[in-house]
T-cell receptor, first 116, second 113 residues
Framework: DSGVTQTPKHLITATGQRVTLRCSPR?????VYWYQQSLDQGLQFLIQ???????AKGNILERFSAQQFPDLHSELNLSSLELGDSALYFC???????????????FGPGTRLTVT | DQQVKQNSPSLSVQEGRISILNCDYT??????FLWYKKYPAEGPTFLIS?????DKNEDGRFTVFLNKSAKHLSLHIVPSQPGDSAVYFC????????????FGAGTILRVKS
Protein backbone atom coordinates (compact mmCIF):
# COMPACT_ATOMS: atom_id res chain seq x y z
CA ASP A 1 0.00 0.00 0.00
CA SER A 2 1.63 3.23 -1.22
CA GLY A 3 -0.52 5.45 1.00
CA VAL A 4 -1.95 7.25 -2.03
CA THR A 5 -5.68 6.77 -2.48
CA GLN A 6 -7.74 7.31 -5.59
CA THR A 7 -11.50 7.26 -6.11
CA PRO A 8 -13.42 5.95 -7.85
CA LYS A 9 -11.71 2.75 -8.89
CA HIS A 10 -13.80 2.36 -12.02
CA LEU A 11 -15.85 4.86 -13.96
CA ILE A 12 -18.02 4.22 -17.01
CA THR A 13 -19.56 7.18 -18.75
CA ALA A 14 -20.78 8.35 -22.13
CA THR A 15 -19.14 10.60 -24.68
CA GLY A 16 -19.67 14.28 -24.04
CA GLN A 17 -19.94 13.84 -20.29
CA ARG A 18 -17.81 15.29 -17.51
CA VAL A 19 -16.16 13.36 -14.68
CA THR A 20 -14.02 14.13 -11.65
CA LEU A 21 -11.26 11.86 -10.38
CA ARG A 22 -10.04 12.29 -6.84
CA CYS A 23 -6.65 11.68 -5.24
CA SER A 24 -5.39 11.88 -1.67
CA PRO A 25 -1.59 11.96 -1.39
CA ARG A 26 0.55 10.18 1.19
CA UNK A 27 0.62 11.86 4.55
CA UNK A 28 3.17 14.66 4.47
CA UNK A 29 3.52 14.76 0.67
CA UNK A 30 2.96 18.21 -0.78
CA UNK A 31 3.32 17.38 -4.46
CA VAL A 32 0.70 15.58 -6.55
CA TYR A 33 1.09 14.35 -10.13
CA TRP A 34 -1.44 13.02 -12.60
CA TYR A 35 -0.57 10.49 -15.30
CA GLN A 36 -2.58 8.83 -18.03
CA GLN A 37 -1.95 5.30 -19.24
CA SER A 38 -3.73 4.32 -22.44
CA LEU A 39 -3.83 0.78 -23.77
CA ASP A 40 -0.32 -0.66 -24.27
CA GLN A 41 1.26 2.70 -23.55
CA GLY A 42 3.59 3.94 -20.88
CA LEU A 43 2.44 6.51 -18.40
CA GLN A 44 2.07 10.00 -19.83
CA PHE A 45 2.55 12.92 -17.47
CA LEU A 46 -0.41 15.30 -17.39
CA ILE A 47 0.11 17.84 -14.63
CA GLN A 48 1.79 18.48 -11.27
CA UNK A 49 0.65 20.50 -8.28
CA UNK A 50 2.74 21.51 -5.31
CA UNK A 51 1.12 22.80 -2.15
CA UNK A 52 -1.92 24.04 -4.03
CA UNK A 53 -0.17 25.60 -7.01
CA UNK A 54 0.34 24.27 -10.49
CA UNK A 55 4.00 23.38 -10.91
CA ALA A 56 4.39 21.65 -14.25
CA LYS A 57 2.24 20.79 -17.21
CA GLY A 58 2.60 17.93 -19.64
CA ASN A 59 0.45 16.78 -22.53
CA ILE A 60 -2.80 17.71 -20.86
CA LEU A 61 -5.73 18.49 -23.12
CA GLU A 62 -7.60 21.77 -22.72
CA ARG A 63 -10.70 19.72 -21.88
CA PHE A 64 -8.88 18.48 -18.78
CA SER A 65 -8.16 20.51 -15.68
CA ALA A 66 -6.93 19.82 -12.19
CA GLN A 67 -6.57 21.48 -8.84
CA GLN A 68 -5.09 20.82 -5.43
CA PHE A 69 -7.03 21.84 -2.38
CA PRO A 70 -5.80 23.24 0.98
CA ASP A 71 -5.98 19.75 2.51
CA LEU A 72 -3.66 18.68 -0.35
CA HIS A 73 -6.05 16.32 -2.03
CA SER A 74 -6.33 16.79 -5.78
CA GLU A 75 -9.02 16.44 -8.39
CA LEU A 76 -8.68 15.87 -12.12
CA ASN A 77 -11.65 17.06 -14.14
CA LEU A 78 -12.24 15.60 -17.58
CA SER A 79 -14.93 17.19 -19.73
CA SER A 80 -16.49 16.69 -23.18
CA LEU A 81 -15.26 13.13 -22.96
CA GLU A 82 -14.30 11.26 -26.10
CA LEU A 83 -13.80 7.55 -26.71
CA GLY A 84 -10.05 8.12 -26.82
CA ASP A 85 -10.06 9.37 -23.25
CA SER A 86 -10.64 5.82 -22.04
CA ALA A 87 -7.55 4.99 -20.00
CA LEU A 88 -6.10 4.39 -16.58
CA TYR A 89 -5.51 7.60 -14.69
CA PHE A 90 -2.89 7.48 -11.96
CA CYS A 91 -2.16 9.94 -9.24
CA UNK A 92 1.24 10.01 -7.57
CA UNK A 93 2.69 12.04 -4.74
CA UNK A 94 6.10 13.03 -3.46
CA UNK A 95 7.43 15.11 -0.58
CA UNK A 96 8.83 17.95 -2.62
CA UNK A 97 8.41 19.44 -6.05
CA UNK A 98 12.01 19.13 -7.16
CA UNK A 99 15.58 18.98 -5.96
CA UNK A 100 17.21 16.32 -3.84
CA UNK A 101 14.93 13.73 -2.34
CA UNK A 102 11.95 14.64 -4.48
CA UNK A 103 12.37 12.11 -7.23
CA UNK A 104 10.59 9.07 -5.89
CA UNK A 105 6.93 9.31 -6.62
CA UNK A 106 4.43 6.98 -4.98
CA PHE A 107 1.47 5.94 -7.05
CA GLY A 108 -2.13 5.26 -6.21
CA PRO A 109 -4.02 2.26 -7.60
CA GLY A 110 -5.50 4.27 -10.45
CA THR A 111 -8.96 5.03 -11.81
CA ARG A 112 -10.04 3.09 -14.87
CA LEU A 113 -12.16 5.36 -17.06
CA THR A 114 -14.26 3.84 -19.82
CA VAL A 115 -16.02 6.18 -22.23
CA THR A 116 -18.76 4.55 -24.29
CA ASP B 1 8.98 11.72 -29.52
CA GLN B 2 9.68 8.78 -27.25
CA GLN B 3 12.57 9.87 -25.05
CA VAL B 4 12.63 6.69 -22.97
CA LYS B 5 12.44 3.38 -24.78
CA GLN B 6 12.04 -0.15 -23.57
CA ASN B 7 12.49 -2.17 -26.73
CA SER B 8 11.58 -5.55 -25.30
CA PRO B 9 7.82 -5.83 -24.74
CA SER B 10 8.29 -9.04 -22.77
CA LEU B 11 10.89 -11.28 -21.16
CA SER B 12 10.62 -14.83 -19.85
CA VAL B 13 13.12 -16.17 -17.32
CA GLN B 14 13.48 -19.33 -15.29
CA GLU B 15 13.19 -19.04 -11.52
CA GLY B 16 16.59 -18.60 -9.90
CA ARG B 17 18.22 -17.17 -13.00
CA ILE B 18 19.07 -13.54 -13.75
CA SER B 19 16.52 -11.19 -15.31
CA ILE B 20 17.94 -8.27 -17.27
CA LEU B 21 15.59 -5.50 -18.32
CA ASN B 22 16.89 -2.80 -20.61
CA CYS B 23 16.07 0.83 -21.20
CA ASP B 24 17.46 3.43 -23.62
CA TYR B 25 17.01 7.17 -23.52
CA THR B 26 17.70 10.02 -25.89
CA UNK B 27 17.65 13.14 -23.73
CA UNK B 28 21.11 13.87 -22.34
CA UNK B 29 19.53 16.24 -19.80
CA UNK B 30 18.05 13.37 -17.81
CA UNK B 31 19.73 13.35 -14.41
CA UNK B 32 17.84 10.70 -12.49
CA PHE B 33 16.48 7.32 -13.48
CA LEU B 34 13.98 5.08 -11.76
CA TRP B 35 12.48 1.63 -12.15
CA TYR B 36 8.90 0.89 -11.21
CA LYS B 37 7.15 -2.46 -10.99
CA LYS B 38 3.46 -2.80 -11.72
CA TYR B 39 1.10 -5.66 -10.96
CA PRO B 40 -2.31 -5.89 -12.65
CA ALA B 41 -4.98 -3.66 -11.09
CA GLU B 42 -2.38 -1.83 -8.99
CA GLY B 43 -0.42 1.37 -9.37
CA PRO B 44 3.31 1.34 -10.19
CA THR B 45 5.54 0.64 -7.20
CA PHE B 46 8.91 2.32 -6.86
CA LEU B 47 11.72 -0.22 -7.04
CA ILE B 48 15.13 1.39 -7.36
CA SER B 49 16.72 4.55 -8.69
CA UNK B 50 20.07 5.89 -9.81
CA UNK B 51 21.51 9.34 -10.17
CA UNK B 52 23.32 10.25 -13.36
CA UNK B 53 26.54 10.75 -11.39
CA UNK B 54 26.66 7.06 -10.54
CA ASP B 55 26.98 3.99 -12.71
CA LYS B 56 25.58 1.38 -10.35
CA ASN B 57 23.11 1.15 -7.51
CA GLU B 58 22.27 -2.02 -5.66
CA ASP B 59 19.39 -2.91 -3.36
CA GLY B 60 19.10 -6.53 -2.37
CA ARG B 61 18.32 -8.63 -5.43
CA PHE B 62 17.96 -5.53 -7.62
CA THR B 63 20.83 -3.70 -9.29
CA VAL B 64 20.56 -0.86 -11.76
CA PHE B 65 23.43 -0.06 -14.11
CA LEU B 66 23.77 3.21 -15.97
CA ASN B 67 25.94 3.72 -19.06
CA LYS B 68 25.74 7.43 -19.78
CA SER B 69 27.87 7.34 -22.91
CA ALA B 70 25.50 4.79 -24.44
CA LYS B 71 22.41 6.42 -22.87
CA HIS B 72 21.45 3.01 -21.61
CA LEU B 73 20.38 1.58 -18.30
CA SER B 74 19.51 -1.88 -17.17
CA LEU B 75 17.85 -3.55 -14.21
CA HIS B 76 19.26 -6.86 -13.02
CA ILE B 77 17.22 -9.12 -10.77
CA VAL B 78 19.18 -11.96 -9.18
CA PRO B 79 17.88 -14.50 -8.40
CA SER B 80 14.55 -14.09 -10.15
CA GLN B 81 11.46 -15.26 -8.28
CA PRO B 82 7.93 -16.01 -9.52
CA GLY B 83 6.68 -13.02 -7.49
CA ASP B 84 8.82 -10.77 -9.66
CA SER B 85 6.47 -11.41 -12.58
CA ALA B 86 5.06 -7.97 -13.39
CA VAL B 87 5.39 -5.08 -15.80
CA TYR B 88 8.58 -3.08 -15.27
CA PHE B 89 8.71 0.58 -16.25
CA CYS B 90 11.85 2.60 -16.71
CA UNK B 91 11.45 6.32 -15.97
CA UNK B 92 13.67 9.36 -16.20
CA UNK B 93 13.59 12.96 -15.10
CA UNK B 94 15.41 16.10 -16.12
CA UNK B 95 15.78 18.89 -13.60
CA UNK B 96 14.82 21.41 -16.27
CA UNK B 97 11.42 19.70 -16.47
CA UNK B 98 10.89 19.81 -12.72
CA UNK B 99 10.09 16.51 -11.10
CA UNK B 100 7.93 15.07 -13.87
CA UNK B 101 8.84 11.57 -14.95
CA UNK B 102 9.10 10.36 -18.53
CA PHE B 103 8.19 6.68 -18.70
CA GLY B 104 9.04 3.92 -21.12
CA ALA B 105 6.27 1.66 -22.43
CA GLY B 106 7.16 -1.14 -20.03
CA THR B 107 8.47 -4.71 -20.24
CA ILE B 108 6.41 -7.69 -19.07
CA LEU B 109 8.59 -10.03 -17.04
CA ARG B 110 7.46 -13.62 -16.55
CA VAL B 111 9.43 -15.76 -14.13
CA LYS B 112 8.70 -19.44 -14.62
CA SER B 113 8.97 -21.87 -11.71
Amino acid sequence: DSGVTQTPKHLITATGQRVTLRCSPRSGDLSVYWYQQSLDQGLQFLIQYYNGEERAKGNILERFSAQQFPDLHSELNLSSLELGDSALYFCASSRLAGGAGAYEQYFGPGTRLTVT
Amino acid sequence: DQQVKQNSPSLSVQEGRISILNCDYTNSMFDYFLWYKKYPAEGPTFLISISSIKDKNEDGRFTVFLNKSAKHLSLHIVPSQPGDSAVYFCAARAMEYGNKLVFGAGTILRVKS
